[in-house]
């Protein structure tokens, strides 16, 4: 069973558009949500995180908008580049565990 | 680069085999984990090492082993290889226990395909 569940499977943006990723979890005891990013041939790296006691994170053209209520939260590029072509991963990890759980992946392509 | 260091980079056996892939992680991380990442299935979460003991287990099959050795480098076995094992494996490491803090380093990852 999938404990973080992501959508888009792909995206495709135009140069300077806004690419928005989101993902859904049920497992209350999740209390960290990084995302992390994976260019080809790499391992992913994080990218940017979030604890749900705040309802979004921005750093730089990144943001992160969380929604604790609906257990839902997505990650926001503005003005998005074709260097940030690449496969996003959203994860949670909760409290007491050593391990974090990763969406499915999202493959963005920005086109020039 | 993230310091984490993996081998070999790329595999390429029979079904049946056995294989071995190596990680050194990032100086002074006491915490090895190994995914799997398949097209369909993202990453997969197999293992987590902290300083040579064996901290949580998520969908590693019986067929795949992992320890960590005392030098903090940690190898994943995989015996009797069957064509859905090809994959790439990543090997990621933290400072500490990984608990809440999501920072994890990843290696390049090593490419197994099983023909």
């Known amino acids: 069973q999938q404990q973080v569940k992501q959508s888009p499977q792909s995206l495709i943006v135009q140069k300077g558009g806004i690419s928005i990723i989101n993902c859904a979890y049920e497992?209350?005891?999740?209390?960290?949500f990084p995302w992390y990013q994976q260019f080809p041939g790499k391992g992913p790296a994080l990218l940017i995180a979030?604890?749900?006691?705040?309802s979004e994170k921005k750093e730089g053209r990144f943001t992160i908008s969380f929604n604790k209520s609906a257990k839902q939260f997505s990650l926001h590029i503005m003005d998005s580049q074709p260097g940030d072509s690449a496969t996003y991963f959203c994860?949670?990890?909760?409290?007491?565990?050593?391990?974090?759980?990763f969406g499915t992946g999202t493959r963005l392509t920005v086109i020039p | 680069d993230s310091g984490v260091t993996q081998t070999p980079k790329h595999l390429i056996t029979a079904t049946g085999q056995r294989v071995t892939l190596r990680c050194s992680p990032r100086?002074?991380?006491?915490?090895v984990y190994w995914y799997q990442q398949s097209l369909d299935q993202g990453l997969q979460f197999l293992i987590h090492?902290?300083?040579?003991?064996?901290?949580a287990k998520g969908n590693i099959l019986e067929r795949f082993s992992a320890q960590q050795f005392p030098d903090l480098h940690s190898e994943l076995n995989l015996s009797s290889l069957e064509l859905g094992d090809s994959a790439l494996y990543f090997c990621?490491?933290?400072?500490?226990?990984?608990?809440?803090?999501?920072?994890?380093?990843f290696g390049e990852g090593s490419r197994l395909t099983v023909l």
């Open positions: 990621a490491s933290s400072v500490a226990g990984g608990r809440g803090t999501g920072e994890l380093f």
């Open positions: 497992n209350t005891a999740f209390d960290y």
């Open positions: 979030i604890r749900p006691d705040v």
């Open positions: 994860a949670a990890i909760g409290t007491g565990a050593n391990n974090l759980f």
């Open positions: 100086s002074g991380d006491l915490s």
């Open positions: 090492y902290y300083n040579g003991e064996e901290r």
